[in-house]
């Protein structure tokens, strides 16, 4: 099976900060990953997909880059309403979700 | 817009078999993939497996001892049992689509229902 990490596992952030997360994949999943926001007691929502592809109707400040086993997640300009959960999911194999980054008001 | 609805009793006995069905809207169920997703409280998330409108499965590998899944395209809707339950299966369960179009032979999520919570007590 393959495992996913992320890092950080939560942090606190400002409105307007440029914000990265890290995925890692214990093997090559090519890039075969996606990303999602969730918000406290609603379903995770996808934003980007193929690592780099972001999801119709999703904001442009937010983008994805990586193949193998390395990704990000990049907030270039954080809103209010971006503070919220995100996973990354491969897709590679059967399915595997990392632990998750919590992002909060600092 | 697709929209997914799960249904079935929150609570169920340990031992005993969780039920879910998941109802799709706006949509035909027919060529898609059609998967079940967990989460326990303040955890995350966990693929349990997914079904073909042919009625095709994959199944988590950890799962696959307990887990069936059906589909029925004349009502389109699609099941989850998972059998002999413990507390460990206490999660909010949620019913998925994913995306045509992957290169991979899986998929991203689109579309998700809202999830259910299912309580193994006795």
């Known amino acids: 099976a393959i495992r996913m990490t992320q890092s950080p596992s939560s942090f606190s952030a400002s409105i307007g900060d440029r914000v990265t997360i890290t995925c890692r994949a214990s093997?090559?999943?090519?890039?075969?990953l996606a990303w999602y926001q969730q918000k406290p007691g609603k379903a995770p929502k996808l934003l980007i997909y193929a690592a780099s592809t972001l999801q119709s109707g999703v904001p442009l400040r937010f983008s994805g880059s990586g193949s193998g086993t390395d990704f990000t997640l990049t907030i270039s300009c954080l809103q209010s309403e971006d503070f919220a959960t995100y996973y990354c999911q491969q897709y590679y194999s059967n399915p595997s979700f990392g632990p998750g980054t919590k992002v909060d008001i600092k | 817009q697709v929209q997914l609805q799960e249904s079935g009793p929150g609570l169920v006995k340990p031992s005993e078999t969780l039920s879910l069905t998941c109802n799709v809207s706006g949509g035909s169920i027919s060529s898609y993939y059609w998967s079940w997703i967990r989460q326990p409280a303040g955890e995350g998330l966990e693929w349990i497996g997914r079904?073909?409108?042919?009625?095709?499965?994959n199944y988590n590998p950890s799962l696959k001892s307990r887990v069936t899944m059906s589909v029925d395209t004349s009502k389109n809707q699609f099941s989850l049992k998972l059998s002999s339950v413990t507390a460990a299966d206490t999660a909010v369960y949620y019913c998925a689509r994913e995306e045509s179009g992957s290169a991979s032979y899986y998929s991203r999520v689109g579309y998700w229902g809202q999830g259910t919570l299912v309580t193994v007590s006795s």
């Open positions: 093997q090559d999943i090519s890039s075969y």
């Open positions: 079904i073909y409108s042919s009625g095709s499965t």
